[in-house]
């Protein structure tokens, strides 16, 4: 079925696995004048930008730069978000960030613009596009704009305070453009055409040149990394040999030694990870999930059991942090707990949003800091990747990982042939029993058979062993109207448990969990606001409340988010939700190509017309759904340009990013730097509302019924 991989040459891609680490994109923050810098930016972006990025996916990740080029008068259009953006931006790309500074200092405002107001409301009406952006950022968590030394600072350097001198600057490099670099410049024009060429390198004003040498003065005095250059090629060797050690230094490389099928399966390995990461970041706590983790913590407790400890010491210190994994809870509770789990197998079923994967994916996260490498942890995340919905890819990585971890055999890569699934189902039987080890399966709901495996094969589990070893534990998720749930309900060996809707169920609870996502966020409300979400028909799933701490994150200072937030509270369905979330993102983000036709598509049952739903946000959507594996952001872009959107209705990476800081708790970017759903039930609802295809899911829409 397999062959078996020189140990010694697949030695640097298991450390991953073992040290517990990720890939992320490295995505810098590229913070630039633009209209001076357009040769540089031009040779980086089809040169150095290129030969980076293939050497970060020979590692199985991606170097994607961000450019918003805010400084473009035609990118701003209006928009009172743009500095909040750009900080929020530079947040997200932490550590990352890269400068190029020459003679223009960048748009600012001008010391006779007076000071700005405390907050948002005292604004007079007719304030300016600028004035707007600052209070918005303000009352978006970046208050140190309204100290008065910064309130007249350019953009540039705005975002330059931002990642050089308040977040991590270790990963941030400048870039100073020697003023020499304009001797050799359209020599061959006359005088005064040179002249009038040469204006666009010069500073705006005598003091928009004073504040930028001022600038560069501090950023030297800081001690951050500063390089001259004066040509466009020397700029690229420079930043090619500095965030080429950066890369060696956060992610060694492996690519010469691992071959193509193992980089692969590292690439899908970081994809799962990178999903856990996310759902540990949006993840609602609550008293009711905390008894669900003491479940968990006990049903994983025998398994320490067949573990041969050298010294009572070594154990005694194993236990202490297997206690912490649930913060605490006596011995003899525990002990009641685990003759009640008494099956090796758990599986934890509901409706979609209750939180299933979130909570799984916060319990691997303790699991993993406090099991001190005892039991052997692999977690699978159906739906993290295309390749994670297929049942042989998912059996043949978890055959991989206990192999290794146990018997230091490599199975490198897996046959496709059908006849070889059932030695695969040996294998995987095989290799639960090597060692103590915890198994978990998230979205069995999700799993489809690829090209030689029977759907019914898929639902009735028959590829699982009808007797787990004592040593193993299985812990899975599914969406509890899926036949997978009715065919664990058949099993003998199964601690069966339904994760309810109103698994948050008080009203103390609820309002709680609202502040809890706020602070999250930065982010205060009105209690009386606050007890009117906690009443929503929806919030007992933590969708809901995630959904709506987010929208907070980005539109709250505005008066009347609230008003807009209301007409969720009294939606009853999961898919309805998703509709006036889309319906959100369009109205606030999207326009339609010239002469577009809208779809033929029916209104659902709510009276909502799906045919007014057009425009360039809603046919991303479309796009990422119907992509087998996501899309980069350039991608996207691309394709929105050849169905229409150019010129006047050109979507520039600026509106993109925008759409993308609202969505992005919804919309992950892989390691890859792939987009696409981190919700299954929004991809779901894309491909119900906007493409007018049967749910992937057949029993989805009774599920919503009974909610």
Same mark, same amino acid.
């Given at each position: 079925?397999?062959?078996?991989?020189?140990?010694?040459?697949?030695?640097?891609?298991?450390?991953?696995?073992?040290?517990?680490?990720?890939?992320?994109?490295?995505?810098?923050?590229?913070?630039?004048?633009?209209?001076?810098?357009?040769?540089?930016?031009?040779?980086?972006?089809?040169?150095?930008?290129?030969?980076?990025?293939?050497?970060?996916?020979g590692?199985?990740?991606?170097?994607?730069?961000?450019?918003?080029?805010?400084?473009?008068?035609?990118?701003?259009r209006?928009s009172?978000?743009?500095?909040?953006?750009?900080?929020?931006?530079?947040?997200?790309?932490?550590?990352?960030?890269?400068?190029?500074?020459?003679?223009?200092y960048?748009?600012?405002?001008?010391?006779?613009?007076?000071?700005?107001?405390?907050?948002?409301?005292?604004?007079p009406p007719?304030?300016?596009?600028?004035?707007?952006?600052?209070?918005?950022?303000?009352?978006?968590?970046?208050?140190?704009?309204?100290?008065e030394?910064?309130?007249?600072?350019?953009?540039?350097?705005?975002?330059?305070?931002?990642?050089?001198?308040?977040?991590?600057?270790?990963?941030?490099?400048?870039?100073?453009?020697?003023a020499?670099?304009?001797?050799?410049?359209?020599?061959?024009?006359?005088?005064?055409e040179?002249?009038?060429?040469?204006?666009?390198?010069?500073?705006?004003?005598?003091?928009?040149?004073?504040?930028?040498?001022?600038?560069?003065?501090?950023?030297?005095?800081?001690?951050?990394?500063?390089?001259?250059?004066?040509?466009?090629?020397?700029?690229?060797?420079?930043?090619?040999?500095?965030?080429?050690?950066?890369?060696?230094a956060?992610?060694?490389?492996?690519?010469?030694?691992?071959?193509?099928?193992?980089?692969?399966?590292?690439?899908?390995?970081?994809?799962?990870?990178?999903?856990?990461?996310?759902?540990?970041?949006v993840?609602v706590?609550?008293?009711?999930?905390?008894?669900?983790?003491?479940?968990?913590?006990?049903?994983?407790?025998?398994?320490?059991?067949?573990?041969?400890?050298?010294?009572?010491?070594?154990?005694?210190?194993?236990?202490?942090?297997?206690?912490?994994?649930?913060?605490?809870?006596?011995?003899?509770?525990?002990?009641?707990?685990?003759?009640?789990?008494?099956?090796?197998?758990?599986?934890?079923?509901?409706?979609?949003?209750?939180?299933?994967?979130?909570l799984?994916?916060?319990?691997?996260?303790?699991?993993?800091?406090?099991n001190?490498?005892?039991?052997?942890?692999?977690?699978?995340?159906?739906?993290?990747?295309?390749?994670?919905?297929?049942?042989?890819?998912?059996m043949?990585?978890i055959?991989?990982?206990?192999?290794? $971890?146990?018997t230091?055999?490599w199975?490198?890569?897996?046959?496709?042939?059908?006849?070889?699934?059932?030695?695969?189902?040996?294998?995987?039987?095989?290799?639960?029993?090597?060692?103590?080890?915890?198994?978990?399966?998230?979205?069995?709901n999700?799993? $489809?058979?690829?090209?030689?495996?029977?759907?019914?094969?898929?639902k009735?589990?028959?590829?699982?062993?009808?007797?787990?070893?004592?040593?193993?534990?299985?812990?899975v998720?599914?969406?509890?109207?899926?036949?997978?749930?009715?065919?664990?309900?058949?099993?003998?060996?199964?601690?069966?448990?339904?994760?309810p809707?109103?698994?948050?169920?008080?009203?103390?609870?609820?309002?709680?969990?609202?502040?809890?996502?706020l602070?999250?966020?930065?982010?205060?409300?009105?209690?009386?606001?606050?007890?009117?979400?906690?009443?929503?028909?929806?919030?007992?799933?933590?969708?809901?409340?995630?959904?709506?701490?987010?929208d907070?994150?980005?539109?709250?200072?505005?008066?009347?988010?609230?008003?807009?937030?209301?007409?969720?509270?009294?939606?009853?369905?999961?898919?309805?939700?998703?509709?006036l979330?889309?319906?959100?993102?369009?109205?606030?983000?999207?326009?339609?190509?010239?002469?577009?036709?809208?779809?033929?598509?029916?209104?659902?049952d709510?009276?909502?017309?799906?045919?007014?739903?057009?425009?360039?946000?809603?046919?991303?959507?479309?796009?990422?759904?119907?992509?087998r594996?996501?899309?980069?952001?350039?991608?996207?872009?691309n394709?929105?340009?050849?169905?229409?959107?150019?010129?006047?209705?050109?979507?520039?990476?600026? $509106?993109?990013?925008?759409?993308?800081?609202r969505?992005?708790?919804?919309?992950?970017?892989?390691?890859?730097?792939?987009?696409?759903?981190?919700?299954?039930?929004?991809?779901?609802?894309?491909?119900?509302?906007?493409?007018?295809?049967?749910?992937? $899911?057949?029993?989805?829409?009774?599920?919503?019924?009974?909610?």
């Amino acid at each position: 079925m397999a062959e078996e991989a020189d140990l010694d040459l697949i030695q640097p891609y298991s450390q991953y696995i073992i040290e517990g680490t990720h890939h992320s994109p490295v995505k810098p923050f590229v913070c630039s004048t633009v209209v001076d810098f357009q040769r540089e930016l031009t040779y980086l972006q089809q040169n150095t930008f290129l030969q980076l990025d293939a050497v970060c996916r020979g590692r199985g990740f991606s170097f994607t730069p961000v450019d918003l080029e805010f400084e473009r008068e035609d990118e701003r259009r209006g928009s009172d978000h743009m500095i909040q953006l750009l900080l929020d931006t530079i947040n997200q790309c932490c550590p990352y960030f890269l400068c190029i500074l020459g003679e223009r200092y960048g748009t600012w405002r001008t010391e006779d613009s007076g000071l700005l107001p405390p907050s948002l409301k005292d604004l007079p009406p007719g304030a300016s596009l600028l004035d707007r952006n600052f209070m918005v950022a303000a009352e978006s968590g970046f208050q140190w704009l309204l100290q008065e030394a910064h309130q007249s600072c350019s953009l540039l350097e705005l975002c330059v305070i931002q990642a050089g001198f308040l977040n991590d600057s270790s990963g941030c490099r400048f870039y100073y453009r020697e003023a020499a670099h304009m001797d050799d410049l359209y020599n061959d024009l006359s005088p005064v055409e040179r002249n009038e060429k040469l204006q666009m390198f010069y500073s705006e004003s005598e003091v928009a040149e004073y504040r930028v040498k001022e600038l560069k003065q501090r950023i030297m005095k800081k001690g951050l990394t500063v390089k001259f250059f004066k040509t466009p090629q020397q700029l690229g060797a420079m930043v090619f040999d500095d965030w080429s050690r950066i890369i060696n230094a956060v992610y060694p490389d492996p690519s010469t030694l691992i071959p193509s099928a193992e980089s692969e399966l590292l690439r899908s390995w970081d994809c799962h990870q990178a999903l856990q990461s996310h759902n540990c970041e949006v993840f609602v706590s609550s008293p009711e999930t905390f008894d669900l983790y003491q479940l968990l913590d006990c049903y994983v407790e025998d398994v320490y059991k067949t573990v041969t400890h050298s010294d009572t010491s070594s154990t005694s210190s194993r236990n202490s942090g297997r206690t912490r994994l649930s913060n605490g809870g006596s011995n003899s509770s525990r002990n009641k707990r685990i003759k009640k789990v008494g099956q090796p197998l758990v599986a934890f079923s509901g409706e979609r949003g209750v939180g299933k994967t979130a909570l799984l994916a916060n319990w691997i996260k303790q699991f993993t800091k406090y099991n001190e490498n005892d039991v052997k942890l692999v977690s699978h995340f159906v739906g993290s990747s295309e390749a994670s919905r297929d049942l042989g890819e998912m059996m043949s990585a978890i055959v991989t990982e206990l192999r290794y $971890h146990y018997t230091g055999a490599w199975m490198s890569g897996r046959s496709s042939q059908p006849e070889e699934f059932n030695l695969l189902c040996e294998s995987f039987n095989a290799c639960l029993g090597l060692g103590p080890c915890v198994v978990i399966i998230d979205g069995l709901n999700q799993l $489809h058979g690829g090209h030689f495996i029977d759907m019914q094969t898929v639902k009735d589990l028959s590829w699982l062993p009808e007797c787990l070893p004592p040593n193993c534990r299985l812990i899975v998720s599914t969406s509890v109207s899926d036949l997978t749930a009715k065919s664990l309900q058949t099993r003998a060996d199964v601690k069966l448990t339904t994760i309810p809707q109103s698994c948050v169920n008080n009203n103390t609870t609820q309002c709680a969990i609202i502040e809890q996502q706020l602070m999250t966020h930065g982010r205060k409300m009105d209690n009386d606001k606050v007890q009117m979400l906690a009443t929503s028909k929806l919030f007992s799933r933590p969708l809901f409340a995630t959904a709506i701490a987010s929208d907070l994150r980005v539109n709250g200072m505005h008066p009347d988010w609230f008003s807009k937030v209301e007409v969720f509270r009294d939606v009853k369905r999961v898919q309805d939700f998703w509709l006036l979330l889309i319906y959100s993102w369009s109205h606030d983000y999207g326009w339609d190509v010239a002469e577009k036709g809208s779809g033929d598509f029916a209104s659902n049952d709510s009276g909502f017309d799906i045919a007014a739903l057009s425009g360039w946000v809603i046919d991303t959507l479309r796009l990422l759904a119907t992509s087998r594996n996501g899309l980069s952001i350039t991608e996207t872009l691309n394709i929105l340009t050849a169905m229409g959107y150019h010129g006047a209705t050109q979507v520039s990476t600026f $509106h993109f990013a925008l759409f993308l800081n609202r969505v992005r708790d919804w919309i992950l970017e892989s390691p890859s730097g792939l987009l696409n759903f981190s919700q299954s039930s929004l991809c779901d609802a894309v491909n119900y509302f906007l493409l007018g295809t049967v749910s992937p $899911h057949p029993t989805h829409n009774q599920a919503n019924q009974n909610s």
